[in-house]
């Protein structure tokens, strides 16, 4: 894929999933955040670059960093995000849901990649799990053993040295 879409397809509304997302991103902060979707059929709106460092401060103090980066990140990478972020008008938004910036064509580009590469990634497993998995080599209880007695030679000659 070369150029980004030049035509729009409307706004993409979150589903319960993507609402179950934001609610657990808003269940770790001190207040929620009004760019997530709060119900069904609400408009999934880009983030603003930089968003992280003004959601961050909002953490609670007994939640770890990383929680909220894992919920995040489920949100941010989600296909129905990055179908928002591709279309053609897509503006980025601030905490309070307000538009700030077009996203650049760049950033339209990438996301239809990443989008495409989602579409396609469950037709590539349904064609994996109809192959049957190959076997592991057959290896004997004798070479399982002086394997496992190298290894501990080795670990000896390091102890001893």
């Known amino acids: 894929m070369e150029e980004p879409w030049t035509t729009n397809r409307g706004p993409i509304a979150a589903t319960e999933l993507d609402v179950k997302k934001a609610a657990a991103i808003n269940s770790l902060l001190l207040r929620p955040i009004d760019i997530l979707p709060a ?4 408009t999934i709106r880009p983030f603003a670059l930089g ?6 401060p909002l953490l609670k103090p007994d939640v770890p960093v990383m929680s909220l980066r894992r919920s995040t990140s489920a949100f941010l ?3 129905r995000y990055y179908y928002a972020c591709a279309q053609s008008d897509s503006m980025r938004h601030d905490l309070a849901g307000n538009p700030v910036e077009p996203l650049s ?5 990438a996301a239809q990649e990443r989008l495409n590469a989602l579409r396609q990634a469950p037709a590539k497993a349904s064609t994996h ?3 049957p998995a190959p076997s592991p080599p057959a290896v004997s209880k004798a070479e399982l053993i002086r394997a496992s007695l190298l290894g501990r030679s080795k670990r000896s000659d390091r102890v001893a040295r």
């Open 51 to 56: 968003l992280w460092n003004e959601i961050r």
């Open 105 to 109: 064509a760049e950033d339209r580009l």
């Open 129 to 131: 799990r109809d192959e």
């Open 39 to 42: 119900k069904a059929g609400d």
């Open 77 to 79: 990478h989600s296909k």
